[in-house]
């Protein structure tokens, strides 16, 4: 099956999160040649395919099977993929469709390797992550076969197809502050305990203050506020208590520790209650390190493109292989239609891709 033949029938799965719609059963008999680990865990699918040629390293793709949910807005049926002008329009085209068709295919390609080539696919990133990659990582480190290293498909470039890759990801730290006052009359505030009047005396030092100075790999970690809610949506009362939730998008230089000594810098004669939750950790792969220098490598020869080592954007899968300390770096296409209604990437794009991975099997 050609490549763009190959695409078409991923997005023709309707595997919107944790259901990959039997795209896995396909995706087994498609590499054949493959050995398979299957997971399953909580109703999400995990499906580990490898295949030795020599002693060597353990280059593994990895990626996810599952989309959001199409939404309204659409121009077409988000699960049968148009071709107009050069472009593919479906729900995952760019996130990230277009990259496991490239991965599986060069993949199925590969006529030999210097060691073990491997896929990672799961049928739960864009949900919880529970249940997904996570738990086929600790399965494979359970059995003493984790890769060397990882490329994540995920769509990445910004301006031109190559223009950047991702060495790392910041972390997620979600935080929610409760201010207790006492509840009275705006006639009286003499009475009360105004939480809102207490709060807003630190809030200019506290909104948008960045918790570092950042590094080469990352811009400064921000504590951006996103949410304060206190009273009754009246003029009358004083409101008894106020609650202001915030996230920091922290790099490897703030831990949550920094952050609940940030926050009781400034509240703590404040009668208050903190709850924080780390929901990812920020990690960062050695520019020199040996996949990092390959794909830019294989980027250049394919595309002419000098790409740019990028840590910016949200969280992904790359995460938890960060954490098991397994060199990873993420290539995909275009990332500007994602999540939106007529998502879109290019027939071009797949194929430079699918060249790209080739390339890094080639010359890994």
């Known amino acids: 099956m050609d490549l763009i033949p190959l695409f078409d029938k991923l997005l023709r799965y309707r595997s919107v999160t944790p259901d990959d719609d039997g795209a896995f059963d396909f995706i087994e008999g498609y590499l054949e040649s493959f050995e398979t680990i299957y997971l399953e865990k909580e109703g999400v699918k995990n499906l580990f395919l490898y295949k030795k040629f020599s002693e060597g390293d353990h280059l593994c793709f990895a990626g996810h099977i599952d989309v959001v949910p199409p939404g309204e807005g659409w121009e077409s049926d988000p699960f049968e993929p148009l071709h107009k002008e050069g472009k593919i329009y479906a729900r995952g085209a760019q996130d990230m469709k277009s990259g496991v068709a490239a991965f599986l295919k060069a993949c199925k390609d590969a006529k030999n390797f210097n060691g073990t080539l491997s896929i990672l696919l799961t049928s739960d990133e864009e949900g919880d992550a529970t249940y997904g990659t996570i738990e086929m990582i600790r399965k494979l480190a359970s059995i003493d076969f984790l890769p060397d290293y990882v490329v994540v498909a995920e769509p990445t470039c910004e301006q031109v197809f190559g223009d950047a890759i991702k060495i790392g990801r910041r972390g997620s730290i979600n935080g929610v502050i409760e201010k207790t006052g006492i509840q009275g009359h705006a006639a009286y505030p003499e009475k ?11 809030l200019p030092h506290m909104a948008g203050a960045y918790l570092d100075e ?11 506020i996103t949410d304060i809610r206190a009273g009754m949506e009246v ?11 915030f996230n920091v998008r922290n790099s490897t230089k703030t831990t949550i520790e920094d952050v609940e000594a940030f926050v009781d810098k400034y509240f703590h004669e404040m009668d208050y209650t903190l709850v924080l939750n ?4 920020p990690f960062v792969t050695n520019r020199n390190s040996k996949v990092v ?10 595309t002419g493109v000098d790409s740019k080592l990028s840590t910016a ?23 500007d239609t994602i999540h939106a209604p007529n998502e879109r990437t290019s027939e071009a794009e797949v194929e430079a891709l699918y060249g790209v991975f080739s390339r890094l099997i080639e010359t890994f």
């Open 192 to 202: 009360a305990k105004n939480p809102i009047h207490k709060v807003a005396q630190v």
């Open 214 to 224: 950042g590094d080469e790999n990352f811009a400064p970690s921000q504590f951006v």
């Open 278 to 281: 780390q929901s990812a950790k």
């Open 235 to 245: 003029t009358n009362v004083t409101p008894g208590k106020l609650k202001m939730m």
């Open 313 to 335: 954007g949200g969280t992904s899968d790359a995460r938890f292989f960060g954490e098991y300390g397994i060199d990873t770096v993420e290539f995909g296409v275009l990332n």
């Open 293 to 302: 220098r390959k794909m830019l490598d294989a980027i250049k020869d394919v």
